[in-house]
């Protein structure tokens, strides 16, 4: 089945530094989708990518949907102590407007005052 | 104002008591999704409605059921709850329509099994 790879796992960073995550694919998917998700709440959507090329912005918050469709990634840049939290990426790979998405596993990031 | 509500936001149960959760929308999506979600892990799908259209994943297990009695509601009842059933349970909503994908989430319930 189609898996995403989402890297790094974890990350600790200090205040102010920009952070900078991925996820990979062996296979095409049509949408990226970026989430934060905060301890014992549901995942927040950030970013939405529809486009092969896609670069949008929201916020201090920027996403790149990959050219091949195989990957993304989401920078945040000058980190605040409310960044802490997992940020999952998710895929949608059919021709539908609805169905499973794939999620990658998560990033856990940590900022230090 | 919140546009995917889950009640309750914690829920306890006894090993082998049924139990219900539930999840309403205000945004008028056709599709609504339950999700499973342990610990650090990714969420899991369970199944999703479009409409009234019933779409289980092949994995999830036959002790969970869901209902959708209108658009603005949906259901997860575990028949049986064992210790391995305990987790986040998510309800997620997309508009069905559009190309659009994009799901939205609520903000779970935490379920417990003793």
């Known amino acids: 089945g189609q898996q995403l790879n989402q890297s790094p796992q974890s990350m600790f960073i200090q205040e102010g530094e920009d952070v900078s995550m991925n996820c990979t694919s062996s296979?095409?998917?049509?949408?990226w989708l970026w989430y934060k998700q905060d301890p014992g709440e549901g995942p927040v959507l950030l970013i939405a990518?529809?486009?092969?090329?896609e670069l949008t912005s929201n916020g201090r918050l920027t996403a790149q949907f990959g050219i091949t469709r195989k990957d993304s990634f989401l920078n945040i840049s000058a980190s605040i102590p409310s960044d802490v939290g997992i940020y999952f990426c998710?895929?949608?790979?059919?021709?539908?407007?609805?169905?499973?998405?794939?999620f990658g596993q998560g990033t856990i990031l940590t900022v230090h005052p | 104002d919140a546009m995917v509500i889950q009640n309750p936001r914690y829920q306890v149960t006894q090993f082998g008591k049924p139990v219900t959760l539930s999840c309403s929308q205000t945004?008028?999506?056709?599709?609504m999704y339950w999700y499973q979600q342990k610990s650090s892990q990714a969420p899991k799908l369970l199944f999703h409605?479009?409409?009234?259209?019933?779409?289980n994943e092949a994995d999830t297990p036959d002790n969970f059921q869901s209902r959708r009695p209108n658009t603005s509601f949906c259901f997860l009842d575990i028949r049986s709850p064992g210790l391995g059933d305990a987790a986040m349970y998510l309800c997620a909503t997309s508009p069905g329509t559009g190309h659009i994908p994009t799901q939205y989430f609520g903000p779970g319930t935490r379920l417990t099994v003793l």
């Open positions: 998710a895929g949608h790979a059919g021709g539908t407007s609805y169905g499973k998405l794939t």
């Open positions: 409605y479009y409409d009234k259209d019933f779409n």
């Open positions: 945004l008028n999506h056709n599709v």
């Open positions: 990518l529809y486009k092969a090329g």
């Open positions: 296979s095409i998917f049509n949408t």
